[in-house]
């Protein structure tokens, strides 16, 4: 039996820095990650005045000492978030509640995905901005102060626009009220309410409501080990069930927030049995705290499906690798309802497709979406990363199964979200990587 340790959750890391650095106090985190993404809000944090060190790669405690809600310095130079539209996005809400003005800006990727969706209802809370560059896009200027309290209807299922929403009602002493047509991942509520800043989450007529309903002149600081991410163990999931790592591989202690796992009830339904995956808490999933345990998967077949709005929130992150897992499964899978993969860090749609396509692999690009037939003939061939961690893994993953053979041209990118990456799957499937 194979085991593994991954490295920290990417959203959980974004969130445990921000909120060290606003509070008041020393804050004692482990477990960060070290990937690119963090690395550039920590840089960020460190030119708004706060000293957070770069989170270090073998994951043990830092500490940072927090400047208060409102304690961040003009910044001399603009804050470059990189890749990182997390990075971004919510640090636009923490500076709307700021008395500074920044530039924020970012690599190409990020310079070419929304902000409105974030800027427009900051807006109405009293923030300013102004786009130097394309409409809608980095970089931005923020003017931030005191804010209005917000009740809005999110009109996308986004994780970043909540969180950047209760970010600047906890930095800019607004009540703040977000609802979205199915929770999206619930990180931010549940460690606003771990730092003295309860955030109350109900359905409301159908929709799902937070609210930050009185927002602390301070908040406390954190003594928090940050779980291993759902979303890189989910590279090593499909690998094992597809056959490429051996008779069995256990995933320790990794964070099962159930608002990101959704990828499991979508493999049982490909056909996982509960044998062939399985898994086991530490920390049980009605904790208020990050739900945490082990997963184990054998080799199975899995069958196509049909994949739908209903499932995306839950499966945001990996829709990627269940495409790789659903290009070796018997039959057509059909997925639809996910028109938010066109402005990540790549548009995955399109990634998907082309890199799919390039390697003989039968698909269908739709608007919201992509069909893929299924099949068990060896692919070999060169793909793109399209600056993009996830298209990168997830090929990465398709290329070490038995038979196959794929070259990632920009394969570094990785580092992005899993730093290690390629040294795991070496481990695992000792011919990845020989391309
Ligand atoms: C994230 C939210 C999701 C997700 C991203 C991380 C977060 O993005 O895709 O990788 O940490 O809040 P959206 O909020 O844009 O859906």
């Known amino acids: 039996m194979t085991e593994i340790v991954l490295p ?3 959203s959980i890391t974004q969130r445990a820095l921000i909120l060290a650095a606003l509070a008041e106090g020393e804050s004692r985190l482990s477990g960060l990650l070290a990937g690119e993404d963090p690395q550039a809000t920590a840089s960020v944090l460190r030119a708004l005045g706060v000293d957070v060190p770069p989170p270090p790669v073998d994951g043990s405690e830092v500490r940072v000492r927090g400047v208060g ?3 961040f310095k003009a910044p001399e130079r603009d804050l470059d978030f990189r ?7 919510l640090m636009m809400g923490v500076l709307a509640g700021q008395s500074i003005s920044a530039i924020l800006t970012g690599d190409a990727s990020l310079r070419s995905r929304p902000m409105r969706r974030v800027t427009e209802p900051l807006s109405e809370m009293g923030a300013t901005f102004l786009e130097l560059g394309e409409s809608d896009r980095l970089p931005i200027r923020i003017s931030g102060g005191p804010l209005n309290p917000l009740t809005y209807e999110s009109p996308v299922g986004s994780a970043q626009v909540k969180s950047a929403l209760l970010f600047a009602g906890l930095t800019g002493g607004a009540v703040t009220s977000v609802s979205e047509s199915t929770a999206s991942r619930d990180h931010t509520e549940r460690m606003l309410t ?15 409501q937070v609210e930050l309903r009185d927002p602390p002149k301070a908040i406390l600081p954190l003594d928090f080990a940050v779980p291993s991410d759902f979303s890189s163990a989910a590279f090593f999931l499909v690998l094992g069930l597809l056959g490429g790592a051996g008779p069995e591989l256990t995933v320790r202690r990794v964070g099962l927030n159930p608002t990101r796992t959704g990828m499991l009830g979508v493999l049982a339904r490909m056909g996982a049995s509960p044998q062939d995956l399985t898994h086991s808490y530490d920390v049980p999933p009605d904790s208020p705290s990050e739900p945490i345990g082990d997963l184990t998967v054998r080799p199975t077949i899995l069958k196509g499906i049909e994949i739908g709005e209903a499932d995306t929130p839950a499966i945001l992150d990996e829709i990627p690798i269940l495409a790789v897992a659903a290009s070796r499964a018997d039959g057509l899978t059909r997925l639809t309802g996910a028109r938010e993969l066109r402005v990540k860090e790549s548009d995955r749609i399109t990634a998907l497709v082309e890199n799919f396509r390039s390697l003989g692999v039968a698909v269908e690009e739709l608007d919201d979406g992509l ?3 299924g099949s068990d003939r060896p692919v070999r061939g060169e793909v793109d990363a399209f600056d993009d961690h996830r298209i990168a893994m997830a090929f990465a993953i398709l290329g ?4 196959n053979d794929i070259t990632i041209r920009n394969r570094d990118i990785v580092d ?3 730093p290690g990456f390629w040294t795991i799957l070496d ?9």
């Open 8 to 10: 920290g959750d990417k």
């Open 427 to 435: 481990r695992l499937a000792p011919r990845a990587g020989s391309g």
């Open 83 to 89: 890749n990182s539209g997390t990075g971004a996005r």
């Open 371 to 373: 069909e893929i037939e």
């Open 194 to 208: 771990m730092v003295g800043a309860p955030v109350i989450s109900h359905e409301v007529e159908g929709r799902w």
């Open 416 to 418: 992005v979200s899993f």
């Open 69 to 71: 809600l409102n304690g």
């Open 400 to 403: 070490a199964l038995p038979g």
